[in-house]
T-cell receptor, first 114, second 117 residues
Framework: DAGVIQSPRHEVTEMGQEVTLRCKPISGHNSLFWYRQTMMRGLELLIYFNNNVPIDDSGMPEDRFSAKMPNASFSTLKIQPSEPRDSAVYFC????????????FGPGTRLLVL | AQKITQTQPGMFVQEKEAVTLDCTYDTSDPSYGLFWYKQPSSGEMIFLIYQGSYDQQNATEGRYSLNFQKARKSANLVISASQLGDSAMYFCAMREGHNNQGGKLIFGQGTELSVKP
């Protein structure tokens, strides 16, 4: 089975530009998570969906960040406008959404905002 | 308050020896899950092992085992017979709530393990 798929793998953009990160979860998984990893803050959850519904978006830094999950096989994380402090690795993960289920991570998108 | 604490920023181990990576956690929820992930230099996050708070026995997965001491709130990862490919960053994580469907993981700061030949 294919794992979690993320695109793009790398993104370099200029401050003020819109950035869209994409994720395809593992088929059959009904929970999807967006995490951000930085040296300063480590791994932190931004938002997660259960059955395509956002459950917890308390980790979304500010209004510049938005996430959608229009169907069970696709999610986007958008940053508009982007800022240099948004530079990080963004991971998407999915799980079966049950108590003991592990979250399986995608390869990540390495974002650099100049 | 720090919910997951990994006190060892870096560890060295000789190839073929066993190593223990420490993890302590803090929660008032009686139902929770503990996870370990490996992140090699290539950057991906690889799930290793899971322990539920109600599990009676310590979890094992191949060369990985979890030394779960509930009263001490510790969930140390033991890697037996270390291999060069085990060199990576290791993260301990916790998910609170038994019925917390697909609930978020809270990660520790990680321990960087280096295996010496």
């Amino acid at each position: 089975d294919a794992g979690v798929i993320q695109s793009p793998r790398h993104e370099v953009t200029e401050m003020g530009q819109e950035v869209t990160l994409r994720c395809k979860p593992i088929s059959g998984h009904n929970s999807l998570f967006w995490y951000r990893q930085t040296m300063m803050r480590g791994l932190e959850l931004l938002i997660y969906f259960n059955n395509n519904v956002p459950i917890d978006d308390s980790g979304m830094p500010e209004d510049r960040f938005s996430a959608k999950m229009p169907n069970a096989s696709f999610s986007t994380l958008k940053i508009q406008p982007s800022e240099p402090r948004d530079s990080a690795v963004y991971f998407c993960a999915s799980s079966r959404g049950q108590s003991g289920s592990a979250q399986y991570f995608g390869p990540g998108t390495r974002l650099l905002v100049l | 308050a720090q919910k997951i604490t990994q006190t060892q920023p870096g560890m060295f181990v000789q190839e073929k020896e066993a190593v223990t990576l420490d993890c302590t956690y803090d929660t008032s929820d009686p139902s929770y899950g503990l996870f370990w992930y490996k992140q090699p230099s290539s950057g991906e996050m690889i799930f290793l092992i899971y322990q539920g708070s109600y599990d009676q026995q310590n979890a094992t997965e191949g060369r990985y085992s979890l030394n779960f001491q509930k009263a001490r709130k510790s969930a140390n990862l033991v890697i037996s017979a270390s291999q060069l490919g085990d060199s990576a960053m290791y993260f301990c994580a916790m998910r609170e709530g038994h019925n917390n469907q697909g609930g978020k993981l809270i990660f520790g700061q990680g321990t960087e393990l280096s295996v010496k030949p």
